[in-house]
């Protein structure tokens, strides 16, 4: 059983920038494809970005391409999301997630482990 735990959110002004970590136990660590996920109000929770094993492959959803970076430390098993120039409509709940499995995938009915979340609020 793999357990996750996020942090670094918080409340930035727009243009801004936070990291967000997620610490993995319990599990082999770099056996894992590593998503971070974002839930607002009202919506659906979507994938941000996602990392494989090695940190080789990477996907990243369309509004945050430029700004937000994905990567991660096998060896302190963490994965972190660095979020640059965010925006208002950044504001939501964000996850980390872990997938059993090779491969990069979108729905989070792939991911077979989540944290508690972090909340990131960006005031305009």
């Known amino acids: 059983q793999v357990q996750l735990v996020e942090s670094g959110g918080g409340l930035v002004q727009a243009g801004g920038s936070l990291r967000l970590s997620c610490a993995a136990s319990?599990?082999?660590?770099?056996?894992?494809?590593m998503g971070w996920f974002r839930q607002a109000p009202g919506k659906e929770r979507d994938l941000v970005a996602a990392?494989?094993?090695?940190?080789?492959?990477?996907y990243y959803t369309g509004s945050v391409k430029g700004r937000f970076t994905i990567f991660r430390d096998n060896a302190k098993n963490t994965v972190s999301l660095q979020m640059n120039s965010l925006k208002p409509d950044d504001t939501a709940a964000y996850y980390c997630?872990?997938?059993?499995?090779?491969?990069?995938?979108?729905?989070?009915?792939?991911?077979?482990?989540w944290g508690q979340g972090t909340q990131v609020t960006v005031s305009s």
């Open positions: 997630a872990a997938r059993r499995a090779v491969g990069l995938r979108l729905d989070s009915n792939d991911y077979n482990y």
């Open positions: 319990g599990g082999t660590f770099d056996n894992y494809v």
């Open positions: 990392i494989n094993w090695s940190g080789t492959s990477t």
